[in-house]
T-cell receptor, first 119, second 112 residues
Framework: AQTVTQSQPEMSVQEAETVTLSCTYDTSENNYYLFWYKQPPSRQMILVIRQEAYKQQNATENRFSVNFQKAAKSFSLKISDSQLGDTAMYFCAFMKQLNYGGSQGNLIFGKGTKLSVKP | DTEVTQTPKHLVMGMTNKKSLKCEQHMGHRAMYWYKQKAKKPPELMFVYSYEKLSINESVPSRFSPECPNSSLLNLHLHALQPEDSALYLC???????????FGPGTRLTVT
């Protein structure tokens, strides 16, 4: 069974600074997808970034980037130039890829890291 | 339009009531999902529909009954719920089951 661990229940960062959220996972699979989602106080889950395990290049989306270390089973999220709107719960998630390249679609979430951006 | 809509936003129901939650997407996605989220916890998958067929049922009690009338619509029929079923119910959709999922704003359900 796959598990996702986020070891930092809460973090805070000053506006405009950089923060890194940690995520580790345990799987015996070789092919899978990893995601970061954010859930602001409004409670809507928003996709932040996606990484395919077969890609060595780390994914980036504007101020958000990941450090994907497949051998270490680590998938951290870096937020640069933090903004007040980044305040949210951040969930790391894992999805197994099936042999033919598809998936059953079941996302396995970590427990989340609550990020507060302070002015 | 990258939006998943859910109605109602809030629902209060008694344990003997029958109600339904509705989810809609117009992105042409062929996979749709129901999740349950308790306070301060991650979402837990309940059901997955792929091409309008139920592909995953995560051992959900029969008092929750999903329905996918067409590729854009997903319903969750509720009957004889328990107070512990009170939670945020999230709907999501994706292009196919191995693509990233887009979530709706959720329905906050309270069972009295």
């Amino acid at each position: 069974a796959q598990t996702v661990t986020q070891s930092q229940p809460e973090m805070s960062v000053q506006e405009a600074e950089t923060v890194t959220l940690s995520c580790t996972y345990d799987t015996s699979e070789n092919n899978y997808y990893l995601f970061w989602y954010k859930q602001p106080p409004s409670r809507q889950m928003i996709l932040v970034i996606r990484q395919e395990a077969y890609k060595q290049q780390n994914a980036t989306e504007n101020r958000f980037s990941v450090n994907f270390q497949k051998a270490a089973k680590s998938f951290s999220l870096k937020i640069s130039d933090s903004q007040l709107g980044d305040t949210a719960m951040y969930f790391c998630a894992f999805m197994k890829q099936l042999n033919y390249g598809g998936s059953q679609g079941n996302l396995i979430f970590g427990k989340g890291t609550k990020l507060s951006v302070k002015p | 339009d990258t939006e998943v809509t859910q109605t109602p936003k809030h629902l209060v129901m008694g344990m003997t009531n029958k109600k339904s939650l509705k989810c809609e997407q117009h992105m042409g996605h062929r996979a749709m999902y129901w999740y349950k989220q308790k306070a301060k916890k991650p979402p837990e998958l309940m059901f997955v529909y792929s091409y309008e067929k139920l592909s995953i049922n995560e051992s959900v009690p029969s008092r929750f009954s999903p329905e996918c009338p067409n590729s854009s619509l997903l319903n969750l029929h509720l009957h004889a719920l328990q107070p512990e079923d009170s939670a945020l119910y999230l709907c999501a959709s994706s292009q196919a089951v191995f693509y990233e999922q887009y979530f709706g704003p959720g329905t906050r359900l309270t069972v009295t």
